[in-house]
């Protein structure tokens, strides 16, 4: 890169074009493509999420490819291998599964996209891309914490809960893992030579709404009143998510466990996550440093 700007500084301005792309990794060996967009509610058309996911993924490899650079390492999604399974979900999924496009409720928008996007990567790669070295990581919810007042929208979880907009926890889980360990990940992805040509999942364990809920209860005593502490049938989400838009996405994931194994980015990257109850207590404690809840 020029030597006015640093080597990690990329300006939205360079950003409009495939040429201001190409500008922007020329010069470097290792791209991490991190952007995707993750709406707070379900958006009307797939479209709105899909298009950027896949068509901005491209543009990055492309670029990539032609200014000589030796991987890109891409944020994909837990969304890419877990969903769509019906009754027959893998468990633990790994990174040999692959999320099934069929029109099953919790096929969302924004699970598309994650595919969609991956998946036209690795077609890239092993098509007109040939050459370049790509690497996946796939992460679970993400908490921990947060840098600002504008989070990504899987804050939300937390923010539901210690704002007293939910009566109840719904019967709803996820699979925790700590942003910072995130990061982690694509950094020892980057330049460890195994992680050519892999996906990761990364994630610590299965937690419920209402284990979230007991663990800020107990951490931050000065918000328990606005935290739940009793759960709410199925039935009750559904009437909450006609005025609270985000309560929407939690519809598909009612009495569903999705178990994933991040057996090879331990065995692979040398990946150590923190504990799901890290993630939660750190996000909380920012979220309420920055006066959002």
């Known amino acids: 890169m020029p030597a006015s700007r640093s080597r990690f500084e990329i300006r939205a301005a360079d950003l409009s074009?495939?040429?201001?792309?190409?500008?922007?990794?020329?010069?470097?060996?290792?791209?991490?493509?991190?952007?995707?967009?993750?709406?707070?509610?379900?958006p009307k058309n797939a479209d709105e999420l899909i298009i950027p996911a896949r068509d901005g993924a491209l543009r990055v490899l492309r670029a990539a490819k032609a200014a000589g650079v030796q991987r890109v390492v891409m944020t994909s999604s837990m969304a890419a291998c877990a969903y769509g399974w019906g009754d027959?979900?893998?468990?633990?999924?790994?990174?040999?599964?692959?999320?099934?496009?069929?029109?099953?409720?919790?096929?969302?928008?924004?699970?598309?996209?994650?595919?969609?996007?991956?998946?036209?990567?690795?077609?890239?790669?092993e098509g007109e891309g040939e050459g370049l070295e790509l690497t996946t990581i796939n992460p679970a919810l993400v908490l921990g914490p947060v840098m600002s007042g504008d989070f990504s929208a899987s804050v939300e979880i937390l923010t539901q809960l210690m704002s007293g907009k939910l009566p109840g926890t719904p019967r709803v889980g996820f699979v925790v893992v700590d942003v910072r360990d995130v990061a982690a990940a694509h950094v020892a992805a980057m330049t460890n030579p195994a992680a050519q040509g892999e996906r990761f999942l990364v994630g610590d364990r299965f937690i419920w709404f209402r284990d979230v809920a007991e663990i800020l209860t107990?951490?931050?005593p000065g918000h328990a009143s606005k935290i739940p502490s009793k759960d709410i049938p199925g039935?009750?989400?559904?009437?909450?998510?006609r005025i609270n838009p985000p309560a929407k996405q939690l519809i598909p994931e009612l009495n569903r466990e999705r178990h994933i194994s991040s057996e090879k980015a331990k065995r692979v990257l040398g990946w150590t996550p923190r504990t799901s109850e890290e993630a939660v207590i750190a996000g909380a404690r920012t979220l309420i440093a920055f006066g959002v809840v």
């Open 88 to 125: 027959r979900r893998p468990n633990p999924v790994t990174e040999e599964h692959w999320s099934q496009d069929n029109g099953a409720p919790d096929m969302t928008p924004y699970i598309r996209s994650k595919l969609i996007a991956e998946r036209a990567a690795w077609d890239y790669v």
């Open 218 to 220: 107990r951490e931050f």
């Open 17 to 42: 074009s495939d040429a201001g792309w190409a500008e922007a990794v020329s010069g470097v060996d290792f791209v991490q493509h991190v952007a995707s967009p993750i709406p707070l509610t379900v």
């Open 235 to 241: 039935w009750m989400v559904h009437l909450i998510a």
